[in-house]
Nanobody, 126 residues
């Protein structure tokens, strides 16, 4: 079992930046078994969407809507994940969730992920 805890959300004006963090907790074997970690978001009245994900080799994938603006990365420790968000737009406003899976076919497909955090709110005002 893996627990994920997000932090770093908040309110910012359009054009600003925020950095989200995610820490994974659990047995060492469970943490070491994680293959994909990713960030997903859900705005009120909208479906959840994949924002960015990174696999154990460091290969990252991004949604088209955030390419060039968001950067996903891992910390030196295997149990940390970051999302650097720049040039934020009002349409980026959503609850952002960190997720993880030991499956090798994760990517931006949320249905594949096994572990989810509680979410952190990001609000971008115009």
């Amino acid at each position: 079992q893996v627990q994920l805890v997000e932090s770093g959300g908040g309110s910012v004006q359009a054009g600003g930046s925020l950095r989200l963090s995610c820490a994974a907790y659990g047995y060492s074997y469970s943490i070491s078994s994680i293959y994909w970690m990713g960030w997903f978001r859900q705005a009120p009245g909208k479906e959840r969407e994949g924002v960015a994900a990174i696999d154990s080799d460091g290969t990252a994938v991004y949604a088209d809507s955030v390419k060039g603006r968001f950067t996903i990365s891992k910390g030196n420790a295997k149990n940390t994940l970051y999302l650097q968000m720049s040039s934020l737009k009002p349409e980026d406003t959503a609850m952002y969730y960190c997720a993880a899976t030991p499956r090798s076919w994760g990517g931006l497909r949320g249905e594949v992920y096994d572990y989810w955090g509680q979410g952190t709110q990001v609000t971008v005002s115009s």
